[in-house]
């Protein structure tokens, strides 16, 4: 590898008027030697992009440095392949659009950038992709209605299907329902369920194979490459390899046998699914076989409830519509009462409540269930406070139905008995559902290649399961591509670096295998970690927690960051010019920074800005670096984190504010103010919040003085 670096200075989109772009050039010459540096107009039009091109080949460069805008714009346009290595100084929206024009700070804050970037593209390395032999089959789990619909999306798209199911025979819950909620418009009846159209359409597929009565003894592996061992009951072992799995295991509804306060121990109280049931069987009976001529269904039977289920199940109030819809089925005469806290009836299903509500057999109301009491002749009276017509009500009904929510099948089973360090297991979000971002990858589980689909995911009924299954299904079809590029599959797609070990020096400590959110990581008897590639999703959370700095990736590392910040250029503190250094996340908190810049909003130009992948990825030594060369404080910007994170690697902003604590105890030890230290919370909306969080930092930083270490 040549190392040989050009450096190309945009003098547009107001740079050139901001700065004096020849002094930025003489500092890329002077402090670097790089053997090109030159300045353009438009560094991103086609001439522009032609100049990069020809001295890519005439000079002999494979590292280029572009002063001009932010790395988040023209990706594709600066793309020159994989062998050169592209390093954006973002001059537009760091300097040109958020600071004042043709002043020395403004000056001196594009200068450092030049430097901070030609530093790191002069270490920097071009990425290798890692290899192995990809399994092009998707391994479904679970024969239901959106195990089969995402088994039928994967083959038509061309790919093997493996579709396990622990039954003997296909259709899952959907087997138990007499009708589901409306799929088409007008949105206002209830549909067969369509089972058997769908079952012979998966049945005789030519590219999907049946494993019925079938459970996961075992997966191990990674995504491109799972070894698959299945337990068949009847015909013992089964091996086989997929190179991603979805899992449609749906959920499993609230055990209605806990909701004592709401008298299901009462003869006439009933759950949804047994209501459900006897429409199924065309009969509306009490227990005694008496014929129901009224029926009370109450919503949120143990749901939004902290002692049962704290969360909304989404559809419990249309199965309930549904369910008021067979009561008037069974004659003019019967009655249905539907007490809600809340009517949710997303989309176009507003159309089926409607419906319901101009029955005039349906009667609805809002309140709050205060008791359920059997009568001497086994009829139930409901009590309901709180209604809409400002008054207790009373309502007396044949049969009591409680609308009861739905939970995770993966609660107390693992299913998939994944051979993996961190357990058999997905790991759950704050309800018990698999998941590892609930906001940006609905999809996505925290161990890669492994896809959530339909109830088991998070609540939903059969036609939201239906589009989750083919959503699953293409993220599966997605991952078996990228892996076979040697590629990451999210959230950065398509990145080929993946961390490297220094293993000779490696102290078997733990602290990366245990602190990794996504199961990379394996280690032997003696802790010695190993990597499965494709797992990774290039955090540089294991980066982060090495005490002894030997996990690196080949264009991001402790050295790396440490040698930036080494390049930036410390005025005395006679000077009365402040630095600041701010790490900044690339997922949340560098565009919140762009869109700063696009609204022109002014912040101090005593900062300098480092993206990180993620907060995770944060080894302390960087703050001794930034202290020891004079930075007199630092900002650590980060995605939200906690029970409703928003850090797109699930504990890296979580890790990095436990990592921080220790610092702020060294701090105090060296009689240097811990505030100077601080860790923000930024969603990608708060941009405008991000300058004035910036600016209090910097007039707290004001009244502390100078870093004391500063010039030592």
Known sequence: ???????????????????????????????????????????????????????????????????????????????????????????????????????????????????????????????????????????????????????????????????????????????????????????????????DELIREVESHGRITLHLSSTIASIAGAPGDFSVRLTANGSGEKNLRAGAVVLATGGKPYDASKLTHLGIAHDNVISSVEFEQMAASGRLVRKDGQEANSVVFIQCAGSRDPDHLPYCSSFCCTVSLKQAAYVREFGADKKAYVIYRDMITPGQYENFYRAGQNDPGIFLTKGDVSGVHENPDKTVTVDVDNSLLGEKVAIAADLVVLAVGIEASTRDDPILNLQYRQGPGLPDQQYGFPDSHFICFPYETRRTGIFTAGAVHQPMDMNFSRKDAAGAALKAIQTIELTKQGKTVHPRVGDETFPVFRLDQCTQCKRCTEECPFGVLEEDARGTPSIHESRCRGCGVCMGACPVRIISFRDYSVDIIGDMIKSIEIPDEFEEKPRILIFACENDTLPAIDMMALERIRYSPYVRIIPLRCLGGVNLVWVSDALSVGFDGVMFMGCKYGDDYQCHFVKGSELANTRLSKVEETLGRLQLEPERIRQYEVSMNDYRQVAKLIETFAADIDDYGPNPFKGM
């Open 1 to 195: 590898m040549a190392n040989k670096t050009g450096v190309y200075i945009c003098s547009g989109c107001e740079i050139g008027e901001a700065t004096n772009v020849e002094e930025l050039q003489q500092v890329a010459v002077n402090e670097f030697r790089v053997p090109v540096c030159k300045i353009h107009p438009i560094l991103c039009s086609e001439e522009g992009v032609n100049l990069l091109k020809g001295d890519l080949e005439n000079e002999g460069l494979d590292r280029l440095v572009l002063g001009a805008c932010s790395r988040r714009y023209h990706e594709d346009t600066f793309d020159f392949g994989k062998e050169v290595v592209v390093e954006r100084a973002p001059l537009r929206e760091y300097v040109s659009w958020t600071q004042p024009h043709q002043e020395e700070d403004t000056q001196m804050l594009a200068a450092d950038y030049i430097r901070m970037h030609t530093t790191a593209a002069q270490m920097k390395r071009p990425a290798i992709p890692f290899e192995q032999n990809t399994e092009e089959a998707v391994l479904v789990v679970g024969g239901g209605v959106t195990g089969m619909t995402s088994a039928l999306e994967s083959a038509q798209a061309g790919y093997v299907v493996h579709l396990v199911e622990k039954s003997d025979r296909l259709g899952g819950f959907a087997r138990k329902l007499h009708r589901r909620t409306p799929s088409r418009s007008p949105f206002e009846r209830a549909e067969s369920p369509d089972l």
